[in-house]
């Protein structure tokens, strides 16, 4: 584990966070003692159908200020960049191609960086064929150049299943009993767990309705134990309820009407929760006057990882739920009916 005090990190490394509910900042300062740093941006997962990899890096010119060439491309991104994905087990490389996030889907978010071009670096799943466990590298190199500009290593997290509870029955919630969720993998390399519940609702002011959600995080960081192969997730059910309550706004000029709610658990490799326990370590009346960002990147700045996730989607309340849903004390003023 590699940790640099430095306030030279980029936005990109910091929005990469979002993806475990930690929240993304688009205004940080780019400076690094006059020297070029790679940034590298990217996780291995055998859910998508393809691998995309940010490939930067900071800049820092006395003749502008930060804010001014944060909107110029080329300040960016590497002119000339050969990025390659490795498996470790038999040094079998992949050479990525560079293409147009926006025009693959995935637009870059509003902020204080251009938007376009959005580079990104690119390899289908199916052409790496990866597997739990395996362990994967990434080199990035000048073109023409045998000189490594960055590389880093992990371990690829495998597909995980939600087997509680059961797709396709209606959940009993009351004030006095649990929410429990399960998951299960034989896969090793997880370390920690994200479990969110999706609630899907409609909303009704006058003529007009409107799909909405609300997010409950119902467990953040959650560490595995060991190597177990089956994780259990509980909440008493009553926080539901104190969730929804929270979550979404009294008016009495709408009503509402539950649909159903999905459940979605990520698990995170290791680079993931060290990113975490630095970040951690490091606040409050101890902590250190600058937070070390750690990174796993030789020679560089980001986070090269991999994570995983399982969704159930559609689950149900049954009668008695949605009746105290309706009524219950701590959501009645909700107007679900």
Avoid at 257 to 272: C, H, P, W, Y
Wanted: glycine letters at 6%; a neutral charge.
């Amino acid at each position: 584990m590699k940790k640099i005090q430095t306030t030279s990190l980029y936005a990109v490394f910091a929005c990469f966070f979002c993806l475990f509910n930690i929240s993304c900042n688009n205004d940080l300062d780019l400076v690094e003692g006059g020297k070029e740093v790679p940034i590298v941006y990217g996780f291995l997962s055998l859910n998508d159908t393809a691998t995309y990899i940010r490939i930067e890096h900071s800049f820092v010119d006395e003749n502008k200020p930060a804010g001014e060439l944060a909107l110029i491309a080329d300040s960016l991104y590497y002119a000339n960049i050969n990025v390659t994905l490795v498996r470790v087990s038999n040094n079998e490389k992949f050479n990525l191609t560079r293409v147009n996030g926006t025009t693959e889907g995935y637009p870059r978010d509003k902020g204080t960086f251009a938007q376009s071009p959005n580079y990104l670096y690119k390899a289908k799943n199916s052409t790496l064929s990866m597997r739990a466990d395996e362990q994967w590298r990434i080199v990035v190199q000048k073109t023409g150049d045998t000189k490594v500009l960055a590389q880093a290593t992990t371990k690829v997290v495998g597909d995980y299943n939600i087997f509680a509870p059961q797709a396709g029955t209606s959940l009993f919630l009351t004030y006095d009993n649990t929410f429990n969720i399960s998951v299960e993998s034989s896969e090793l390399t997880a370390k920690f767990y994200d479990v969110k519940v999706i609630v899907n609702y409609d909303e009704t002011i006058g003529s007009t309705m409107t799909a909405k959600k609300a997010e409950w995080l119902l467990a953040s960081g959650s560490p595995r134990r060991a190597t177990d192969a089956q994780s259990f997730f509980r909440r008493n059910a009553k926080d539901f309820y104190v969730f929804l309550a929270n979550a979404i706004p009294v008016n009495t000029n709408a009503t509402r009407k539950f649909k159903d709610f999905d459940i979605e658990v990520t698990a995170g490799g290791q680079e993931l929760i060290d990113f975490v326990n630095v970040g951690i370590s490091n606040i409050g009346i101890t902590g250190s006057q600058a937070i070390p960002t750690y990174t796993n990147i030789e020679n560089g700045l980001g986070i090269f990882t991999s994570r995983s996730k399982a969704v159930l989607k559609g689950m149900k309340l049954n009668q008695q739920s949605l009746d105290l849903l309706t009524n219950g004390d701590l959501t009645k003023n909700l107007n679900f009916r």
